[in-house]
């Protein structure tokens, strides 16, 4: 069984993997990139990185590999363990390489340091996407010449008198053109103001009654599913269940029982959530007050 396998697969949906006791792989979001020294054009990515300090145990990796290997919960976890020994024994002489994840070693002050891979895109966007490269495309600046030339010497003509009186009358002409257009807008516009106001008049004298008022409307609101639960326990006889979730009710949580599992166990849930933030906040808190066995479980 190769764990890294089902990291890289939990890549593609999730942006958190967590390896219990070990450190978590996160995924970041990072857009299309260039490079303008070799011209390549980059689609967007998910960029892997390596947080040592995300070591508790969130359910994610451990059901998946059950669910993907038909193996209980308990032998998952186990699997876990046991390469998680071996990649820490392996890190005291050399590098561990992590298939389709990048390779991990130890720097001096005995922290991991991480190399991601770049040849895996976990962008399920960007799907089918590759980088490519594009060659410089010439750019060559021409100066600019001028339209109009102007001669140095200016040659100086006579305008005829008749020109002149006859753009003189052109002025008179136009500005009696205008001045009457004025006088028609004016005119226009004292109609326009004495018709709006009627119609004000009319408009705040009316009453308006509807006969046929519109039917009212009912807006079906979907509730918002928990998918999120935090197990308490598996049980083969349901009355079991059913005592269990009258001793957490007891306790002041939300329990109920949430279904029976392929191997035919009812599910017993301290609460279930929305968020997955919320669930693993309630999932550390109930480890360290009430039981270290509890898991997450996601539907």
């Not at 947080?51 to 059901?63: P, T």
């Not at 326009?192 to 009912?218: G, H, M, R, V, Y």
Request: hydrophobic residues 40%; proline residues 3%; contains cysteine.
């Amino acid at each position: 069984m190769i764990i890294a396998n089902y990291i890289s697969d939990l890549l593609y949906r999730y942006d958190c993997v967590i390896v219990p006791d070990f450190g978590g792989f996160v995924a970041n979001r990072v857009g299309a990139q260039v490079n303008n020294f070799t011209h390549t054009f980059s689609p967007p990515t998910k960029q892997i990185t390596f947080n040592g300090l995300l070591k508790h145990n969130d359910g994610l990796l451990a059901n998946y590999i059950a669910s993907s290997e038909n193996i209980s919960f308990e032998k998952a976890s186990t699997a876990i363990s046991l390469s998680v020994i071996r990649w820490q024994n392996e890190l005291q002489s050399k590098a561990v390489k992590i298939e389709n994840l990048g390779s991990l070693s130890l720097n001096e002050n005995k922290k991991i340091i991480f190399e991601p891979t770049t040849h895996v895109n976990y962008l399920t966007d960007s799907f089918g996407l590759t980088a490519f490269e594009s060659p410089a495309i010439p750019r060559y600046q021409q100066q600019v010449k001028p339209l109009v030339t102007s001669s140095k010497k200016e040659v100086k003509t006579g305008i005829p008198v008749l020109l002149k009186y006859a753009a003189s009358v052109a002025v008179l002409v136009t500005i009696g053109f205008s001045q009457y257009n004025n006088y028609q807008n004016k005119q226009q516009n004292e109609v326009f103001t004495s018709q709006e106001k009627e119609l004000q008049k009319k408009i705040q004298s009316a009453t308006f009654i509807i006969e046929n008022p519109l039917p009212t409307i009912n807006l079906n609101v979907v509730k918002e599913v928990n998918s999120f639960h935090v197990v308490a326990g598996s049980f083969q006889f349901v009355e079991n269940a059913k005592k269990k979730v009258k001793q957490l009710k007891v306790k002041g949580f939300n329990a109920r029982i949430i279904g029976v599992n392929k191997w035919g166990l009812t599910q017993v849930a301290f609460d279930s959530y929305s968020s997955r933030n919320e669930a693993t906040n309630h999932l550390y808190k109930i480890r360290k007050a009430v039981s270290k066995d509890a898991w997450l479980l996601i539907k």
